[in-house]
């Protein structure tokens, strides 16, 4: 059994914590709104989105309404607690100081290619800080999409047969710990 959970201090958390903040994938809805991707394939709660999660990035943008962003295939969400200092105000959610950012916030428009939430696509995540440690070891559990190069990396092991080093999108594995017993 994998212990990845950072509350029992699992001795495979470390290595799986480092897995979660650098990046992972998950299946979406191109079209989908960020709010319900939170809600569907991160699993989380709209007390928590709202509680907890008060950075969010689309594509290395600044995003105030999660309701009218949309994630597209192989976009990047990046989700944070609140961040210290003067930047951390400023690229907080709806923050008084969102003006400091208006040009590089994500302005909430579709793209024009985007699916109307009908088709699969591949999602890249990133966690940090709490929402790393709180959110990371549930996502484990439920399953995460993992380069196979890099959980080979990971685990000190080959490549599985039939992977390579160059990334595709079926260079994917399923990566899922086990809970941690009372959990």
């Not at 949309?70 to 709806?94: E, K, T, Y």
Request: glycine share 10%.
């Amino acid at each position: 059994m994998v212990d990845a959970s950072p509350a029992a201090g699992g001795s495979s958390w470390p290595r799986l914590a480092g897995l979660v903040q650098e990046g992972f994938a998950l299946h979406g809805l191109e079209g989908q709104s960020l709010r319900n991707f939170m809600r569907g394939p991160l699993g989380m709660d709209d007390a928590y989105i709202e509680g907890s999660v008060s950075t969010v990035f689309l594509d290395y943008k600044p995003v105030d309404d999660l309701d009218s962003a949309a994630i597209s295939a192989d976009c990047l969400v990046s989700l944070s607690a609140a961040m210290p200092g003067l930047v951390g105000a400023v690229m907080r959610r709806n923050s008084p100081y969102a003006s400091f950012r208006e040009a590089i916030s994500h302005d909430g428009r579709l793209d024009s290619g985007v699916a109307a939430a009908t088709r699969t696509c591949l999602v890249r995540v990133k966690l940090f800080n709490a929402i790393m440690r709180e959110h990371g070891p549930v996502l484990l559990q439920r399953g995460i999409l993992v380069r196979a190069a890099r959980l080979a990396e990971i685990l000190g092991k080959p490549l599985p047969p039939g992977y390579s080093t160059v990334p595709s999108e079926s260079d994917y594995l399923l990566l899922c710990t086990e809970p941690v017993s009372g959990s």
